[in-house]
């Protein structure tokens, strides 16, 4: 029997063959013959010595690539770059959880930056180690000439406040990213100051992930300050930050005035009972939705929650599992939004 290195490589040789004999379907006269970038990525592979991933050859065909946990490393990715680079179909990336490190987050994203046949606009780099060196690349992506990305996921990266930094100074400008997802990180309260500068100055983002960081109360505050300024905001995500009493009366001074927050996360935050962000949640008109799970509100925090829903007219969902509050104010606001989803829901009908 065979042994498994020359199987893979008898594999890795039949899936080349399959590739160029759909290549060499192509008449002469037909330009440009690689238009999929199959060719430069098997060249590649063959170059670098590696197994051709037969999920890459299949996706390189499609708008979507869907390539996670397929553990890719450093050169595989290279493989995968060069058949970006003549690629022109590909428009969403996902290669999270493959082991890219900063290194091949850097190669990859260079390439995308040169990638002009249908830019890349979605681009999920999760769990990859990217590191600043890959930061640094990635935000080149941000350019206003090479601008094209909507969407971006770092989620687990154990990116520090330096690339917090790094992200917010080069997407200050930026006007095409709308998505960004830093969950799952190291950031602490420099990095709230640095993301607190981008709300204030952006004015494109729409959803911004900050779950599971340290942001704790300072570095709440400071990206509160941002969100005063800011009207284009609608989805924001701080929990599991431990925001605490000072971040909670931060986030509600930043409610307050904000103009176009539309739904807000503050779940497991270590949140007392907090008359000023129930005070914010209260005035702000463009709130519908608050997630208050987890923290410990207690009986008053439920009595402030209760008048905050019943002021604001324009809030229809408020979450507070595990908040201890009282039974009654609890029924209370369930009711009350309750009926106003309802009614929403009625009105939505009869306009279509």
Not at 2 to 31: C, P, Q, T
Not at 140 to 154: D, I, M, Q
Not at 211 to 216: C, G, K, P, T, V
Not at 319 to 347: F, P, V, Y
Request: proline residues 2%.
């Amino acid at each position: 029997m065979a042994d498994f290195d020359d199987m893979e490589g008898a594999r890795g040789s039949d899936l080349a063959a399959v590739a160029l004999e759909d290549e060499d379907d192509i008449s002469d006269d037909d330009e440009p013959l690689d238009t999929h970038g199959k060719l430069a990525y098997l060249a590649k592979c063959d170059e670098l010595g590696l197994i051709p991933v037969s999920q890459v050859l299949k996706y390189l065909e499609q708008e979507e690539m869907q390539i996670t946990h397929y553990g890719l490393g450093q050169a595989g990715v290279q493989a995968l770059a060069e058949a970006l680079l003549a690629n022109s179909s590909v428009t969403t990336l996902r290669v999270g959880d493959n082991n890219l490190q900063p290194a091949g987050a850097a190669c990859l994203c260079e390439a995308l930056v040169q990638k002009n046949p249908n830019p890349v606009v979605e681009l999920d780099l999760a769990e990859n180690g990217v590191g600043e060196k890959g930061i640094a690349a990635l935000t080149r992506l941000f350019e206003p000439k090479a601008s094209k990305l909507t969407t971006v996921c770092l989620r687990g990266n154990k990116l520090q406040d330096r690339e917090a930094k790094l992200l917010a100074e080069k997407l200050s400008g930026n006007t095409t990213v709308t998505y960004l997802d830093l969950s799952v990180n190291l950031f602490s309260e420099r990095a709230g100051r640095a993301l607190g500068q981008l709300l204030e100055e952006n004015g494109f983002l729409k959803e911004l992930n900050l779950a599971w960081n340290n942001l704790r109360g300072k570095g709440a505050a400071a990206l509160a300050a941002g969100l005063k300024l800011n009207a284009a905001l609608e989805v924001l995500n701080v929990g599991w930050n431990g925001l605490g009493a000072e971040g909670a009366a931060a986030v509600g001074d930043g409610v307050a005035t904000n103009v176009g927050i539309v739904e807000i996360v503050l779940s497991c935050n270590g949140i007392p009972a907090s008359q000023p962000l129930a005070d914010g949640i209260k005035v702000n008109e463009s709130l519908a939705a608050v997630e208050l799970d987890g923290n410990n509100l207690g009986v008053e925090g439920g009595k402030y929650m209760f008048e905050a829903v019943n002021g604001n007219r324009g809030l229809v969902a408020m979450t507070l599992t595990n908040t201890h509050i009282g039974e009654e104010e609890d029924a209370s606001i369930k009711s009350i939004l309750a009926e106003r989803r309802a009614a929403q829901q009625a009105e939505d009908q009869a306009r279509s």
